[in-house]
């Protein structure tokens, strides 16, 4: 797979994660915020169920370290995320579900690593998300351009900075990095 196909199967996926994170609404699936308590060594989520449609996690890391907290389909497949969540602050992950099924929570202490894992059950159907006046479809293709064109900066300036390194030029590398790493 070319780096340019993964780029763009990533922005894909990024732009799912960004359309289930987005939203006001409140829900929970069926009645508001799910409490998830993150620590060092613990991922503590006050239910391990919901309603499918909008499901509303809110996350307070009460550890030392700063952390991440996901809810996963089958195979890893990220639903949404939300990150950097520092020491004594609250997070809000809002995700539109839309199938019943068998998912997985994770908090991610120091942000590495597969996580603390819990198990986390949907129930009902939401039915299927409607795009009226095609906004959705519009994002998608605004999305689409706008991954392209970061692939097409990233793959060359990568190429430079590895070359750098591959050299011995390790200022010409420090140089390089924050340039090919914006993309």
Do not use: W
């Not at 639903?79 to 997070?91: F, K, Q």
């Not at 590895?162 to 140089?175: E, I, L, P, S, W």
């Amino acid at each position: 797979m070319s780096a340019k196909s993964l780029a763009v199967l990533t922005g894909a996926g990024l732009l799912v994660v960004l359309t289930a994170c987005g939203g006001g609404e409140d829900d929970a699936g069926s009645g508001g915020a799910i409490a998830v308590t993150a620590t060092d060594t613990a991922c503590e989520v006050a239910t391990t169920s919901a309603n499918a449609g909008k499901i509303t996690f809110e996350v307070t890391n009460k550890g030392s370290k700063v952390t991440e907290f996901y809810l996963y389909a089958k195979g890893d497949r990220i639903m949404g995320e939300v990150e950097n969540i520092a020491p004594g602050l609250t997070r809000r992950l809002i995700v539109d579900v839309r199938e019943a099924g068998s998912y997985q929570t994770a908090c991610k202490p120091g942000m590495r690593g597969k996580g603390i894992r819990g198990e986390f059950t949907v129930t009902g159907s939401a039915g299927a998300q409607r795009d009226e006046g095609g906004a959705l479809a519009a994002a998608v293709r605004e999305y689409r351009g706008y991954v392209n064109d970061e692939v097409e900066q990233l793959v060359p300036r990568t190429e430079q900075f590895v070359a750098a390194v591959k050299a011995g030029q390790v200022q010409r590398a420090k140089d390089l990095f924050p340039v090919a790493r914006t993309h």
